[in-house]
């Protein structure tokens, strides 16, 4: 892989973390149950500290990246999603938060998956299980949000 087409990759991966921020953040604020705020606020931060790693990377010599060379390997492409939006209603905001983080998921698993190097490899492994870990979490809510048993 070039070290330019790593660096959009990159790049890319970044913006896709201050999305998820703005939104997870902006939507902590407006909130009303604590549980759904304090979900949203530490979402927020890990999606921070996502960014920060990325960043940390894109400011190393990229062309020092081990990636193996494929002819085409899709990781920007994406299914169109409706615009992130505090406005959402609770249940809409879940479900394009949880598509948000298939797409990062999917994402960093196939960075992982082109890496050569075995510390890289880990770490975007390590980022795709956090993205795992969040759209699990935010699929729990939506069940109980979308299916409410009466008993």
Do not use: C
Request: glycine share 2%; net charge negative; no cysteine.
């Amino acid at each position: 892989m070039k070290a330019d087409d790593a660096k959009k990759i990159i790049s890319t991966a970044i913006d896709r973390e201050v999305e998820a921020y703005t939104f997870y953040r902006t939507v902590s604020e407006k909130a009303k149950d604590p549980a759904l705020k304090k979900l949203f606020t530490e979402l927020a931060g890990e999606e921070k500290q996502h960014r920060e790693f990325l960043q940390g990377m894109l400011s190393k010599d990229v062309s020092k990246m081990h990636f193996e060379a494929k002819k085409d390997y899709k990781v920007v492409n994406t299914l169109p999603s409706p615009p992130l939006s505090a406005d959402l209603k609770p249940l809409d905001g879940i479900v394009v938060s949880i598509k948000k983080e298939l797409e990062a998921m999917q994402m960093y698993t196939q960075l992982a998956n082109l890496s050569t190097d075995t510390e890289q490899k880990f770490l975007f492994s390590q980022l795709a299980n956090m993205e795992s870990g969040h759209k699990a979490r935010l699929e729990d809510i939506y069940t109980n949000m979308a299916f409410p048993e009466v008993w």
